[in-house]
């Protein structure tokens, strides 16, 4: 059993959709997994709606939650489920100050060409703080929306200046997820890139990621 979070302060990163494919692709590989969606905006829960609507298996358990009970509902729900992935967006990061500190995992969206250096400084500081309650827990930077023409080089640009940085409490991740209509047409249809299955390196990539994260 773990919790991952898919978290940062900044909008529009990815950590719905990253979120909602690692779900998805859980529940491929048969296990009982819970979608926690902690943002008001609902976009995860959408997802996940129109995945029963169209009848989509396996389904993909989701629920919305809030607010200060959060912490001992996630620790509740761990124990019912295989694994819980929490998509912390949201603007106000109460909810995700409480998924940091119960979660096994954080991995945080940095789109190349938003890069927002001070929310990344603000991520390290908001990590080292749950690291003080929940020691246990590891913090990925997962480059997402990287340009897919090979002669714009932004992905080594930006790993060399995060590593450059040399925060404290934030990895890098060593896969990186592309900027591809997939991702966007197999969200609309309630789908994993995995299963919308049109885009070959979409899905390599994402393969990429869930093995990064739970080790094939
Ligand atoms: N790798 C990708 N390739 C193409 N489009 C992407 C990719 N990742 C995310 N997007 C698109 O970028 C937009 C923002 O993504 P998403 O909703 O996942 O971000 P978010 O961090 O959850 O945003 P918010 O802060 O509003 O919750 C969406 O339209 C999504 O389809
Ligand atoms: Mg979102």
Known sequence: MSITVFGGEKGGTGKTTLAVNIAAMLAMKGKDVLLLDTDRQGTASFWATVRDEENIEPRVACVQKFGKGLPAQVRDLAERYDEIIIDAGGRDSMEL????GVADRAYIPV???QFDIWTIRQMDTLVEMA???NEELAAFIVLNRVAT????REDRETREFITREDFQHLALAESMIRDRI???KAARDGLAVVEYGQ???AVNEMNQLYEEIYGD
């Open 149 to 152: 023409n090979p002669a714009i």
């Open 199 to 201: 885009d070959r390196k």
């Open 97 to 100: 100050r409480y998924a940091l």
């Open 111 to 113: 789109q190349p060409f």
């Open 131 to 133: 690291k003080g309650l």
């Open 182 to 184: 997939a991702f966007r």
